[in-house]
């Protein structure tokens, strides 16, 4: 075995696919595709097998999957020890539940501070389980009240909403609602549930729209009221809330990805920075 083909197997196991992969090593799908066939006509075994979600190692890939997760680490904390330079990373794909997660961009920005090794590619995913689910994302923060079994994760905290106009307001604000787009990625959600969404919305004439920035950009600037995510809303000195928060329409706030895809050293980093960072950001000042 070759090490360099250790690491294009952790890298297609990682990514989903051999042509992410090769995106993120900077080589084309076939040589993703011929590096693991060497690799397996060295061990002399098959590494993958077709699952419902596609390749997935089998039991002998899972056994190697963790044999080069060893080999990675001692070799990271090698060039550490020396002060070697970092070695070049694919870039960490994140998405968020209906856009929140512009909410999270000064967090975003002090991890690449820490650790500019790490490039990030936000995503516009509206259903970030779905992203991670058919590996377009690497990580997902989620608002979801039970993530489903094909991903592990971190509960950082639970989220409270409650209705929101702008203060300065001189006349009684329309009340503001979710479009079709967002009502049918995450249909039946808190999100849907707070405001009116798709049909309901648009029978009774309102302004919608389909992601959480759009929303909170519109009651900032006047044209409405909706209800709102209290730790962001209630940061925004322009806004007032109308009423107390709703605990029907509480939800947890997760840190996930693919279970069986042992995350990269980048993703690794940015899951610990982002534990801390974003429960520290939820749960503090103001409270909700």
């Not at 389909?210 to 000195?237: H, I």
Request: overall charge neutral; proline content about 8%.
């Amino acid at each position: 075995m070759e090490w360099s083909d250790l690491q294009v197997f952790l890298a297609a196991v990682r990514a989903g696919s051999y042509t992410a992969a090769g995106r993120q090593l900077g080589i084309n799908r076939t040589t993703v595709g011929r590096r693991v066939d060497a690799l397996e006509a060295a061990l002399g075994v098959a590494l993958f097998e077709e699952g419902p979600l596609g390749p997935a190692p089998n039991r002998a890939g899972k056994r190697l999957l963790a044999a080069a997760e060893v080999m990675e680490r001692e070799v990271a904390q090698m060039r550490r020890d020396l002060a070697l330079p970092h070695l070049a990373q694919g870039p960490v794909r994140v998405a968020g539940s209906g856009g929140i997660v512009s909410e999270f961009l000064p967090e975003f920005a002090e991890f690449r501070r820490l650790h500019p090794e790490v490039s990030i590619e936000l995503l516009g995913e509206l259903d970030p389980i779905d992203a991670v689910t058919y590996r377009r994302a690497d990580l997902a923060i989620a608002l979801v009240r039970k993530p489903p079994l094909r991903l592990w994760g971190v509960e950082l905290a639970t989220l409270v909403q409650a209705p929101y106009a702008r203060r300065d307001r001189t006349a009684q604000p329309m009340q503001l609602g979710w479009g079709f787009e967002l009502d049918a990625a995450l249909p039946g959600s808190q999100w849907t549930a707070s405001n009116p969404a798709g049909e309901a919305a648009e029978k009774a004439g309102l302004t919608t729209f389909n992601a959480w920035p759009q929303m909170k950009q519109a009651v900032l600037a006047g044209l409405g009221s909706a209800t709102l995510w209290c730790f962001a809303a209630d940061a925004e000195v322009d806004l007032e809330r109308l009423a107390p928060p709703d605990p029907r329409h509480d939800c947890p706030l997760w840190l996930l990805h693919r279970a069986k895809a042992p995350p990269s050293p980048g993703l690794s980093a940015l899951i610990a920075f982002l534990t801390d960072a974003l429960s520290a950001r939820v749960k503090g000042p103001p409270a909700c």
